[in-house]
């Protein structure tokens, strides 16, 4: 299993980006990449994400708001459940 983290921000949310980043690099399971998408002027929210999106080389997708954070075991806890139960989508 690879996994990568979506992360969509505007430049005006440089602080928080950091700390959604750390949130990420704390993970007991590291993601094996991290797609960080910055707005364009005048681009809507969907077009980011789906430029993040884009990005992934990865067979799971976690997707994080550059405004939160994702606990220590996030990644880990949503894995172990997705492999006990073949879930398509867990969160």
């Known amino acids: 299993m690879t996994v990568s983290?979506?992360?969509p921000t505007i430049p005006e949310r440089a602080t928080l980006l950091q700390r959604a980043l750390a949130?990420?690099?704390a993970q007991t399971l590291r993601p094996d990449?991290?797609?960080v998408?910055?707005?364009?002027?005048d681009e809507p929210a969907w077009s980011t994400r789906d430029r993040a999106l884009r990005m992934a080389t990865s067979?799971?997708?976690a997707c994080l708001d550059d405004d939160d954070e994702f606990?220590?075991?996030h990644l880990e806890r949503?894995?172990?459940h997705q492999a006990d139960t073949g879930?398509?989508?867990v969160f």
Do not use: K, Q
Not at 37 to 41: D, L, M
């Open 5 to 7: 983290v979506l992360i």
């Open 23 to 25: 949130s990420v690099s």
């Open 33 to 35: 990449e991290i797609c």
């Open 37 to 41: 998408a910055v707005a364009r002027p």
């Open 59 to 61: 067979t799971h997708i």
């Open 71 to 73: 606990l220590p075991h």
């Open 78 to 80: 949503c894995a172990a």
């Open 87 to 89: 879930a398509d989508m």
